[in-house]
């Protein structure tokens, strides 16, 4: 039962221009998501979260936007670099636990 | 300062063998996660300590698996009898350990290859 979904497998995007990245969610429980972002060889890097109270958090060119009612937030990269290349992962946190749910990750390509 | 660290990067096994995975938390990060993540898969909850004690082990698989945190500090992953099926990257994270959301910070991982 996967709970946290990222359906795209991969997104290749233009440097300069904007990279948004998408993440379903089923488990009306979570109260917090996250983004993370990982390079090969390394661990998983926090890059912005959002408390399910709030719909919007913006963090420079990092903006996580969340639509509660259709269980779905995006991460916004703008401009894009391509530093940016990397998997993205998608993670929630259930309401009174301090595990996280992952998602599959999804690969950013940023191309000059 | 020093991120998590964890030791060995990379080991390979056979069947059956028993293997311990360290991790060395960031300094006064009270609480530590260990998380496995296999080809193609976001990282998959283990157990979740709170100082000693594991506070949720929901995500441990089997009885074959087991973590240790003796100081607080330090904690070893053990996985007896390895099966094939364990291979993966197994990360280790920690955190403040405070209220509310804490931002998880993760080491390199140590992957397991099981032969």
């Known amino acids: 039962d996967q709970q946290v979904k990222q359906n795209s497998p991969s997104l290749s995007v233009q440097e300069g221009r904007i990279s948004i990245l998408n993440c379903d969610y089923t488990?009306?429980?979570?109260?917090?998501f996250l983004w993370y972002k990982k390079y090969p060889a390394e661990g998983p890097t926090f890059l912005i979260s959002?408390?399910?109270?709030?719909d919007k958090n913006e963090d420079g060119r990092f903006t996580v936007f969340l639509n509660k009612s259709a269980k779905h937030l995006s991460l916004h990269i703008v401009p894009s670099q391509p530093g940016d290349s990397a998997v993205y992962f998608c993670?929630?946190?259930?309401?009174?636990?301090?595990?996280?749910?992952f998602g599959q990750g999804t690969r950013l390509t940023i191309n000059p | 300062g020093a991120g998590v660290s964890q030791t060995p990067s990379n080991k390979v096994t056979e069947k059956g063998k028993y293997v311990e995975l360290r991790c060395d938390p960031i300094?006064?990060?009270?609480?530590l996660y260990w998380y496995r993540q296999s080809l193609g898969q976001g990282p998959e909850f283990l157990i979740y300590?709170?100082?000693?004690?594991?506070?949720?082990d929901s995500g441990l698989p089997n009885d074959r698996f087991f973590a240790v945190r003796p100081e607080g500090s330090v904690s070893t992953l053990k996985i007896q009898r390895t099966e094939r099926g364990d291979s993966a990257v197994y990360l280790c994270?920690?955190?403040?350990?405070?209220?509310?959301?804490?931002?998880?910070?993760f080491g390199p991982g140590t992957r397991l290859t099981v032969l």
């Open positions: 994270a920690s955190s403040r350990g405070l209220a509310g959301v804490n931002e998880q910070f």
């Open positions: 959002i408390s399910s109270i709030k």
């Open positions: 300094s006064g990060h009270t609480a």
């Open positions: 488990n009306s429980m979570f109260d917090y």
């Open positions: 993670a929630a946190r259930i309401q009174g636990a301090q595990k996280l749910v």
């Open positions: 300590f709170q100082g000693t004690g594991a506070a949720d």
